[in-house]
């Protein structure tokens, strides 16, 4: 073919023009992509790849205008000696160990327990037999078993170990709201300086958000801190003569956050999981918040696992919406279902503040109940819904956290069970199937997607009957499912190993 003109360039001059031109803009393209892909957070490769992004779920269908929760009698603040199962059990077990000789049925009188816990006890009987088999039988049961079984966990136990040794090291309050709040962190006497104002509580309230996420949080929300949700006595850095009957006035908003578990840990439920993995890494979370926000100028003060609580968080993650109240009590999230670990920052930074939300959860446990079926000590209630069960003034799901308590002790590995954590159907990892379920199942106003989940869940998967978690001969102490690869003590460990799973 002859060499034609076209318009001052050859043919052949313009065709190769054209493919270069063709190729540059091809390589431009993949240039602004590429460079668009580095900029996306989903090609970072360290442990900030896993931040912003990691709260997926769009709640704006669901939000509606609060409360979520009305009292239906008479409202009674949580008491950190008798509601709290550690300040309970804690106080039983200094008194009983000086009268070993007592059993049930003997006068109360004859423990010398303080009287607030007589009081109690006589209203919950139930909780006095959980807590009495406790120290007179399942503890030295256990420590009989971890005599002959302790080195199958070992490597569960040192898992743990390093996230608690972290952990104890995070700073606690010190002295009254109205004073270490307002202080410097770590410091006795250096005051926070004047607050910085931001342009709008919408902007402070994105701000937050986003250096919670920076600082480790998976979830985060936020609401009001309600007055009726504190701790009745027993504040840090609180005198016993300290007024506890009113809210501190900085602690207006709670800004509630949530990390879950290590997802081949917790299936390892409940010999191998940890709550520590996740008590540790909101605790920090938390303690760098509020870093920021006094370094900012406003006070503020840190409710954690790790460092201990003024309040409590579950109906605070509610009101906030990051989930809603589930069959075991606490907040079954969006993202996380049950397997969220939670910790507040309070603080009188103008925020704007979240809504609750509506996906379906609260209605879904009153058929589910899965977690009731595979819980070893029968804490949780298998009753078709809470209606009539009353908490402090509450709707709320009877939970008996002394059986609860009581099998932790039983437990090897970690201290702990969380097989309610495991076996709930929204504690899933993010992948396609469960993002779609996740999405499907609150629009779906026939129920189809959820009943067809649960139905597959409860015929397809095999796992142990809930007597198997218990010690032998009950049970094997066994779990959920097996262990994670690098728990594995027999492959790492010279040491003798006895696995209770085969009869030793
Ligand atoms: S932690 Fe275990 S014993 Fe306690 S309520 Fe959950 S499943 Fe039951
Ligand atoms: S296991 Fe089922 S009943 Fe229990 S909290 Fe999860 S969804 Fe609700």
């Not at 993995?277 to 909101?282: K, T």
Request: proline share 9%.
């Amino acid at each position: 073919m002859s060499e034609q003109p076209t318009q001052g360039v050859s043919r052949r001059s313009f065709l190769k023009l054209a493919g270069l031109v063709g190729l540059a803009a091809q390589a431009g393209g993949l240039v602004a992509a590429g460079n668009n892909a580095g900029k996306s957070s989903e090609s970072y490769t360290g442990w900030e790849s896993f931040n912003p992004g990691t709260q997926f779920f769009n709640r704006k269908p669901f939000e509606f205008e609060g409360p979520a929760h009305s009292p239906v009698s008479a409202v009674r603040r949580p008491s950190h000696l008798t509601d709290y199962v550690f300040g309970r059990v804690g106080t039983f077990q200094k008194f009983y160990e000086k009268h070993p000789e007592w059993k049930l049925g003997d006068p109360l009188e004859d423990l010398e327990l303080p009287p607030y816990l007589i009081e109690f006890y006589s209203k919950f009987p139930e909780r006095l037999e959980w807590d009495f088999k406790t120290f007179s039988e399942t503890i030295p049961n256990n420590m009989k078993d971890r005599k002959i079984y302790e080195n199958y966990y070992k490597l569960a136990d040192a898992y743990s170990e390093g996230f608690t040794a972290h952990g104890r090291s995070l700073p606690r309050p010190q002295a009254p709201p109205e004073i270490s709040d307002f202080l410097k962190p770590l410091s006795e006497d250096k005051q926070i300086g004047d607050p910085v104002p931001f342009k709008s509580p919408d902007l402070a309230a994105e701000f937050i958000k986003e250096m919670a996420h920076r600082y480790g949080a998976t979830l985060v929300r936020i609401t009001k801190t309600n007055p009726n949700w504190l701790y009745s006595e027993g504040w840090r850095g609180c005198p016993p003569d300290y007024d506890f009957s009113k809210m501190p006035e900085h602690w207006t908003y709670a800004i509630v956050m949530a990390v879950p578990m290590e997802w081949d840990v917790i299936i390892g439920s409940p010999q191998f999981s940890t709550s520590y993995d996740a008590y540790d890494r909101v605790s920090t979370a938390a303690t760098r918040l509020v870093g920021c926000i006094k370094y900012l100028g406003y006070p503020a003060r840190a409710q954690t696992p790790m460092t201990g609580y003024d309040m409590i968080v579950p109906p605070h993650a509610v009101e906030a919406g990051l989930g809603e109240q589930g069959r075991t009590g606490f907040c079954i999230t969006a993202e996380l279902g049950g397997n969220a670990r939670m910790a507040i920052v309070n603080t009188n930074l103008p925020l704007t503040i979240d809504k609750p939300i509506d996906i379906g959860i609260a209605d879904f446990c009153k058929s589910c109940k899965l977690c009731a079926e595979s819980c070893p000590s029968g804490a949780i209630s298998m009753a078709d819904s809470p209606d009539g069960m009353v908490i402090r003034g509450y709707e709320h799901w009877y939970i008996n956290n002394g059986a609860c308590y009581n099998y932790w002790r039983e437990t090897m590995g970690p201290m702990g069970c969380r097989m309610c954590v495991a076996t709930c159907p929204y504690s899933r990892k993010d992948n396609w199937l469960h993002d779609m379920a996740r999405k499907l199942d609150p629009r779906d106003p026939t129920g189809v997607v959820r009943g067809s989940l649960l139905w597959t869940q409860k015929n397809f998967f095999d796992y142990p009957k809930a007597e198997e978690y218990h010690r032998p001969p009950v049970g094997h102490f066994a779990s959920y499912r097996p262990e994670p690869p690098y728990m594995v003590a027999d492959k790492y460990l010279d040491i003798p190993i006895t696995n209770p799973n085969e009869g030793g």
